[in-house]
């Protein structure tokens, strides 16, 4: 099992940042996907960005060169920095850690997928 724990989320003014934490403990070993999704009030859940353990990131297109994903495999623990931020970016965050065995690309066989609480990021106008 695999427990993460989010830090962060808060309410800023447009233009302004904020930088999202996750910490992983349990069965880290096994993880090799981290990630950050959001859902909005009467939107679905989407993936904002993820990194792979090598490195490796993906972002969705609505926060190319604004949002940056990093992560420190020693602390177990993905960060999600979020500048200049617009009020669409308003939703509930939540950390993503997918385990795998064999893997291509973003996908594995036989993947489990792990969930944060999810933290609030408000962002006024």
């Known amino acids: 099992q695999v427990q993460l724990v989010e830090s962060g989320g808060g309410l800023v003014q447009a233009g302004g940042s904020l930088r999202l934490s996750c910490a992983a403990s349990?069965?880290?070993?096994?993880?090799?996907?981290m990630g950050w999704y959001r859902q909005a009030p009467g939107k679905q859940r989407e993936l904002v960005a993820r990194?792979?353990?090598?490195?490796?990131?993906n972002y969705v297109d609505s926060v190319k060169g604004r949002f940056t994903i990093s992560r420190d495999n020693a602390k177990n623990t993905v960060y999600l920095q979020m500048n200049s931020l617009k009020p669409e970016d308003t939703a509930v965050y939540y950390c993503?850690?997918?385990?795998?065995?064999?893997?291509?690309?973003?996908?594995?066989?036989?993947?489990?997928?792990?969930w944060g609480q999810g933290t609030q990021v408000t962002v006024s106008s």
């Open positions: 349990g069965s880290t070993f096994s993880i090799n996907v």
């Open positions: 990194i792979d353990r090598g490195g490796s990131t």
């Open positions: 993503n850690a997918v385990s795998g065995s064999v893997w291509y690309g973003w996908k594995a066989r036989d993947e489990h997928d792990y």
